[in-house]
């Protein structure tokens, strides 16, 4: 008897707390769009930098480019150039409408066939007569000296390991990114994988080849962990890494990576490592657009969204800096 009258209290408190619902109207302010500047600079290439506008959340409106901006170049605060918008060559990104579904948006680029320089301060400002104006800087740093390259491919026979060091820049934060890239080729009866995790092979059975970013294993402590539980004893896995000199500031650093690959040495005519060195502004635009990736995406538990980092004063998007070097392993240079 007392275990039904547990059970129809439960019922009626369910039903009492149904009836109390309250449902609120939210009065959504209308967005009020600003200009996006999206770019890249790096020391090995001329410019080229993305002028749109902002959608707002709620908007049926998408993104679009932007084509009669004034944007301006200065390096060190003194004018350069002008970029001008080359709508020939388009750009198409891709958004999800938030049903699964992906939705091409032509871009362009605005472009100068200035070089920017390492250990300089580079500006782009942005004008339009239906916007506020918008500015971004961004500053290159110093490239670094490799040396002490060895290869060890020899004791593991699954594994090839890539060694190599550098002398941190004293006095300073830095930041760095490393990636390696491979061409190989194995003539036998194995298609082989092709570069980015897609299929390769040479249209034909019994040729496999490889171009394009190779995974990486490690466990420098510098590294990121990307394996909570470590893989093949491994805390660190990836085709590329960002991390800083917070553990050897100012010190000769030694990196050892290893690449488990089904690729010998000797089938690759090309094997190459691009080492970045970055601004502090880079680095904290890829370490939030990591966590905003990870993280950012509410689950059953709740969270907060990770916002992705700006350094466009009045709008939006971001301008960073790359000095990428890349030294080969394979051809000799």
């Not at 001329?46 to 084509?67: E, L, M, Q, W, Y």
């Not at 009866?189 to 990486?216: A, H, L, N, S």
Request: with cysteine; net charge negative.
């Amino acid at each position: 008897m007392k275990k039904v009258s547990f059970f129809s209290l439960i019922f009626l408190l369910i039903i009492s707390c149904s009836e109390m619902e309250t449902v609120i109207d939210l009065e959504i302010p209308t967005h009020e769009p600003v200009l996006v500047l999206n770019g890249v600079l790096d020391t090995d290439s001329s410019i080229k930098v993305s002028i749109s506008h902002s959608a707002g959340a709620f908007d049926n409106a998408n993104p679009t480019f932007i084509r009669n901006a004034d944007a301006l170049l200065f390096e060190n605060d003194v004018f350069v150039d002008t970029l001008v918008a080359n709508l020939d060559e388009l750009q198409t990104i891709y958004i999800n409408d938030g049903n699964y579904n992906s939705i091409p948006l032509p871009m362009y680029y605005y472009k100068s066939d200035f070089i920017p320089k390492s250990e300089k301060t580079y500006k782009i400002e942005v004008n339009h007569p239906d916007y506020n104006s918008i500015n971004a800087t961004t500053f290159i740093e110093k490239g670094l000296n490799i040396y002490d390259l060895s290869i060890d491919s020899l004791s593991n026979v699954e594994k090839i390991n890539f060694t190599f060091s550098f002398d941190d820049n004293a006095n300073q934060q830095n930041y760095y990114r490393l990636k390696l890239f491979a061409s190989c080729a194995k003539d036998d009866d194995y298609w082989g994988y092709g570069g980015y995790g897609g299929y390769g092979g040479g249209g034909e059975p019994g040729y496999g080849k490889f171009r394009g970013v190779v995974e990486m294993q490690s466990n420098d402590p510098s590294f990121p962990q990307t394996e909570f539980i470590p893989e093949n004893g491994y805390t660190f896995i990836g085709e590329q890494v960002i991390f800083s000199d917070a553990l050897f500031d100012g010190q000769k650093k030694t990196i050892s990576v290893d690449v488990e690959t089904y690729f010998k040495l000797n089938d690759c005519d090309t094997i190459s490592f691009e080492f970045s060195t970055f601004s502090e502004d880079t680095y904290s635009y890829f370490s939030s657009l990591g966590e905003h990736r990870d993280k950012g995406e509410l689950g059953i538990f709740g969270g907060e969204v990770i916002p992705v980092y700006s350094n466009v004063y009045n709008g939006l998007g971001v301008l960073i800096s790359v000095n990428s070097q890349q030294f080969f392993v394979k051809p000799t240079q």
